[in-house]
């Protein structure tokens, strides 16, 4: 299951705020901010080389997000990897046992299919699985 990094996911209270660091002091270039109402989040993808940094905000204090903030605080989320086949990968996942969240694959506004693994299937850490389209 070849992957490499697509992105790495912060979730953050303000993203005005975050982006102040991130694009203008840091100087990420950022290549798309919307709002994502199915995932109750707004997001903010920044280039950060080969890969990429998501900023997350909860749209509102409802959601997975909304209740990981609420309980970590800012920081890491998630870590995405992306993947040739993403059913493939996860016939493999479950294969070995590990848990994936969601049943079917998800896809998003630009049209790729993703799933989430448990954290406590991979060490603790959220894994998201994007499939190169």
Not at 94 to 106: C, F
Request: a negative charge; aromatic letters at 6%; glycine letters at 8%.
């Amino acid at each position: 299951m070849g992957s490499t990094v697509h992105h790495i996911a912060l979730v953050v209270r303000d993203l005005d705020e975050a982006l102040a660091f991130y694009r203008d002091v840091l100087g990420l270039e950022m290549i798309e901010r919307r709002e994502v109402a199915e995932e109750g989040v707004e997001i903010a993808f920044l280039s950060a080389g080969e890969s990429m940094i998501e900023l997350l905000r909860p749209l509102s204090d409802e959601g997975g997000v909304a209740r990981f903030l609420d309980k970590r605080g800012e920081g890491l989320h998630h870590i995405c990897l992306a993947v040739d086949d993403v059913e493939v990968a996860v016939e493999r996942l479950r294969a070995a046992g590990a848990q994936v969240l969601n049943e079917e694959p998800r896809v998003n506004d630009h049209g790729v299919r993703y799933v989430f693994v448990h954290p406590k299937s991979a060490h603790g850490v959220l894994l998201e699985l994007y499939e190169r389209t």
